[in-house]
């Protein structure tokens, strides 16, 4: 059984940065895919990023150039910065993970992950 732990939320104020934290137990990192995704009250779950074993991590088009993911398979963990915080970024923010596919590309949907986290909030102030 696969757990996952959200860490590294908080609130800041706008322009600012906070690094989020996803650490995996019950398996190796490099036999996981993680995904991150966000959502805010009201709204419907939102693609964030991913980390494949094997292949580039990435983010979404809407927050390329601030977020970015990254992975520490020595720690089992796969970390989220996020840079230029808006009010809008406001949000829990979950990882999810699925057994690794070892695909050369990393395509990541919240509908093949198999182990969620508790998630952790994220509040950018204006």
């Known amino acids: 059984q696969v757990q996952l732990v959200e860490s590294g939320g908080g609130l800041v104020q706008a322009g600012g940065s906070l690094r989020l934290s996803c650490a995996a137990s019950g398996r190796t990192l490099t036999n996981l895919d993680l995904g991150w995704f966000r959502q805010a009250p009201g709204k419907e779950r939102e693609f964030v990023g991913a980390s494949c074993s094997g292949a580039s991590a990435y983010v979404a088009d809407s927050m390329k150039g601030r977020f970015a993911i990254s992975r520490d398979n020595f720690k089992n963990t796969v970390y989220l910065q996020m840079n230029s915080l808006k009010p809008e970024d406001s949000a829990v923010y979950y990882c999810?993970?699925?057994?690794?596919?070892?695909?050369?590309?990393?395509?990541?949907?919240?509908?093949?992950?198999?182990?969620w986290g508790q998630g952790t909030q994220v509040t950018v102030s204006s």
């Open positions: 999810a993970a699925r057994s690794a596919y070892w695909s050369s590309v990393c395509y990541y949907t919240p509908h093949s992950s198999n182990y």
